[in-house]
């Protein structure tokens, strides 16, 4: 993990990166499910949903009898094209998104990969921080715009089509 820690700490803000490599840490626990058939739902019309739960501990041994409930996350997959690019929006039933401008656990766990610069906000990097506002208005313009591509459709923006999206199922 400090791998990933020292190879963010050069482009993203010290407190995203520690949120990052603190949700990557915990992804490694989740295991994932494409629910779309099982909801009735057609994966050609756009929108995929998944299903993320924590992986069952062989271990544990419970002495009693009422069942022990995992909370599911439902992650929605949805396609988007912008200025001519193919974009999968992933909106998690956690949140994070909202609150930390950067991916959650969840996410992580259904794409099986370490998080990169461009799973953040632009406010987030360390490049923002020295070149907005410096006077590259076209510079300004396109962050501007990226920007309030990532608020509008309200989750991680991943750049392909929902048949990319794999998962590492249960």
């Known amino acids: 993990m400090e791998t990933l820690a020292r190879s963010l700490s050069s482009t993203v803000v010290d407190s995203t990166n520690s949120s990052l490599v603190c949700e990557f840490e915990a992804s490694e626990h989740y295991l994932a499910m494409d629910v779309t058939e099982a909801l009735g739902l057609d994966a050609n019309e756009g929108t995929r949903k998944f299903a993320l739960r924590t992986k069952p501990c062989l271990s544990q041994h ?17 396609h988007v094209r912008f200025e001519g690019v193919d974009y999968v929006v992933l909106k998690c039933s956690c949140t994070h998104w909202h609150f930390h401008m950067c991916m959650c656990r969840h ?15 632009p406010e987030n990097t360390k490049v ?21 591509f990532l608020e509008s459709s309200g989750g991680v923006v991943i750049v392909g089509n929902l048949k990319d999206v794999s998962v590492k199922g249960w």
């Open 62 to 78: 419970y002495a009693h009898r009422r069942p022990v409930h995992q909370r599911t996350r439902i992650i929605t997959a949805s």
């Open 128 to 148: 923002y921080e020295l070149f907005y506002g410096q006077g590259n208005d076209a510079w300004d313009k396109k962050v501007d715009l990226r920007t309030l």
């Open 107 to 121: 996410v992580m766990a259904l794409l099986d990969r370490q998080p990169g610069i461009g799973d953040v906000f």
